[in-house]
């Protein structure tokens, strides 16, 4: 469902649909460019959710590996 709305944009960006958009609308050009944008801001919100959960996972296994190795040598000195 398409819905009419009323956007100002600037020249370079209108010269550029105009240059680009063959022989479709000026419109479906838009729409088509606005979707590749909502796809790499979704891509890049991704990547960016990726990189602090592995961060995340990757801190906790270093701070649980520092751990047991205290914990190894606590026991070793024991011995």
Do not use: C, P, W
Not at 45 to 59: G, P, Q, R, T, W
Not at 61 to 77: G, I, V
């Amino acid at each position: 469902m398409r819905t009419s709305k009323s956007f100002t944009i600037e020249q370079e960006i209108d010269e550029y649909v105009a240059n680009t958009r063959g022989v479709r609308s000026a419109s479906d050009r838009v729409n088509e460019l606005l979707k590749r944008a909502i796809q790499q801001e979704r891509l890049e919100k991704l990547e960016e959710e990726a990189a602090a959960f592995f961060s995340d996972s990757h801190n906790a296994a270093q701070k649980d590996a520092r751990a047991f190795q205290k914990a190894s040598m606590r026991t070793l000195a024991r011995d």
